[in-house]
């Protein structure tokens, strides 16, 4: 059967299957929240494919996204991530998860729920767009200019509002399915 799909999704199966089973799917575990900011912000001149390939040597490479053991990296697991071609060998990449890491300790350390934290910029529901066509979907918006700020100010990087925004679309905080895709109606009845 031949599904509309959104017209940035290639050919690929492995697009495809992101497309059609995860992007803009609301995400509420807090870990995966996490993992899925530091792997948007990787993709920062990149293609998002790129880095979509590469998620699983991401989770080998990073104690499987687990925050409080990122944190406790060094400068020589820097250099050794450095030659580390599963991934981008990118300093100030590879340096941005443990920065974020240590963020999001301490945003939890403040008493709140990262999970919380990040979907209290939507007023703790998604925002149901309807573009009809890819062209009138923004790259960024209020309320990731709002999370940017906040993220920045506690320490994270690769976090500017238009990878806020991609971030956003990808765990379903906005559903930024257009209105022909197949998709569409799955994920504005999905309960979160």
Known sequence: MHHTRCAWVSQDPIYQDYHDNVWGRPVQNKYELFAKLCLDGQQAGLSWITILKKQDNYYQAFHQFDPLLISQMTEQDVERLMQ?????????????????????????????????????????????????????????????????????????????????????????????????????????????
């Open 84 to 192: 580390n071609k599963g991934i981008v060998r990118n300093r100030l990449k590879i340096n941005s998860i443990i920065k974020n890491a240590k963020g999001f300790l301490e945003i939890e350390r403040e008493g709140t729920d990262f999970s919380d934290f990040i979907w209290s910029f939507v007023g703790a529901k998604p925002i149901l767009n309807s573009w009809s066509d890819k062209s009138q979907v923004p790259t960024t918006s209020s309320e990731s200019d709002a999370m940017s700020k906040a993220l920045k100010k506690r320490g994270f990087s690769f976090v500017g509002s238009t990878i806020c925004y991609a971030f956003m679309q990808a765990v379903g905080m906005v559903n930024d399915h257009t209105t022909d895709c197949f998709c569409y109606d799955t994920t504005k009845v999905k309960s979160v």
